[in-house]
């Protein structure tokens, strides 16, 4: 039976996923805090690039980063769950994992918290049980035909009622602060890079999750053909620790691509807020540039574009035509084939001028503005 919203006062977002899944939520957010005026949202996180995520974002009134970086090795556990019984006194009014959820430390999280009324995502029977799934007071079926956006915005339904399955537009952009904005106006100056015509990449992918990288050299082969274009500029953003994968990407180049790795979350956000285009593997970034409204066009091999393809009209996917494609099935089901992917197999098939193909499209649908 479903409460009155308004005797809702304290909701709790768990969130056990990396940044792209996170990012992935904020037309939730956006749409608990309209239809919650009166509630503190607060969240709950394992990585450190989510974290600064919710910090950014004005609905959300506190953040708990527990864990680190997506780990939960025994000793990392421990820590965690100390964490999350720590914030039972706070007596929340509801908690809503983050799809996906199908893992037991999502379920154990919700009930360490203590929420009286704990929603997540039901997945095949099988992993009922495995993940105690019974412990959880509200179950949405998840679909493996949606967008994750969509899960996300169902499990809405049994708190607020119906709930339209597509985010307004607006739900669908990147809190961006001032100080981060001036942060990137004075890197792209410093770099002589404000008459436009940019294009952003991201090569990288998390360590665990290399099998969604797009090989070195094609990335190569790709810059080469777009600065054949004298008027084009290329940045490549990463996180800190991928800066000497991007410099060997970007060294034969001679200082032509430009490398930001040093920023914040939030003022690489604004940089690729700043960019024409952006190209990158399926990952958190290619997520940041679509949710700044930037042309994104998305690189994917294993997993799947129906679930986590940059959300809006304006951007664009290109995958393999290989047998295997979208074989990574998380949460739904085990991943057959995944160890072929792990070498980049499917991804070893997209070559250069494929995916250069598919960016004039891009660019044609989205031409920049004089």
């Not at 608990?32 to 004005?58: G, I, K, W």
């Not at 509200?138 to 169902?154: G, K, M, P, S, Y």
Request: glycine content about 6%; overall charge neutral.
């Amino acid at each position: 039976m479903r409460r009155s919203s308004g005797d809702i006062r304290r909701v709790m977002i768990l969130t056990l996923t990396g940044l792209g899944n996170t990012l992935l939520y904020l037309p939730t957010l956006r749409e608990l805090a309209r239809r919650l005026p009166q509630a503190q949202l607060d969240a709950v996180c394992a990585s450190a690039a989510a974290r600064e995520f919710f910090e950014a974002c004005p609905e959300i009134t506190n953040v708990y980063q527990i864990g680190r970086e997506r780990t939960m090795r025994p000793g990392v556990a421990m820590a965690a769950a100390v964490a999350a019984l720590r914030l039972r006194p706070q007596r929340y009014d509801v908690s809503l994992t983050v799809f996906p959820s199908n893992r037991l430390a999502c379920t154990a999280l919700a009930v360490l918290i203590g929420a009286r009324r704990r929603l997540a995502h039901r997945y095949a029977p099988r992993y009922h049980w495995r993940n105690m799934n019974a412990l959880l007071h509200t179950e949405v079926r998840a679909d493996d035909t949606l967008h994750d956006i969509e899960q996300n915005r169902r499990l809405l339904a049994p708190l607020l009622g119906e709930i339209e399955s597509r985010a307004r537009p607006d739900d669908l952009l990147m809190p961006l602060r001032d100080e981060d904005r001036r942060a990137a106006d004075a890197l792209l100056e410093d770099w002589s890079l404000q008459d436009g015509n940019i294009v952003g990449m991201h090569v990288t992918s998390y360590p665990d999750m290399t099998y969604k990288r797009w090989a070195p050299d094609r990335f190569q082969g790709l810059i080469e053909r777009l600065l054949s274009d004298p008027t084009r500029s290329v940045i490549i953003v990463g996180a800190p620790d991928e800066r000497a994968y991007i410099e060997n990407i970007a060294r034969p180049f001679a200082g032509r691509v430009k490398i930001c790795t040093d920023a914040t979350l939030m003022h690489a956000t604004a940089v690729v807020a700043r960019c024409d285009y952006f190209v990158s593997n399926d990952s958190g970034l290619m997520h940041v540039a679509a949710l700044c409204g930037v042309p994104t066009l998305g690189i994917f091999g294993p997993t799947n574009p129906s679930r986590t393809a940059p959300s809006g009209p304006q951007h664009r996917v290109v995958a393999p035509d290989h047998p295997c494609t979208a074989c990574y099935r998380y949460p739904f089901a085990p991943s057959p084939g995944l160890q072929n992917c792990m070498q980049r197999s499917c991804l070893e098939d997209l070559g250069v001028g494929t995916v250069y193909d598919a960016f004039v499209e891009l660019q044609r649908a989205n031409p920049i503005e004089e």
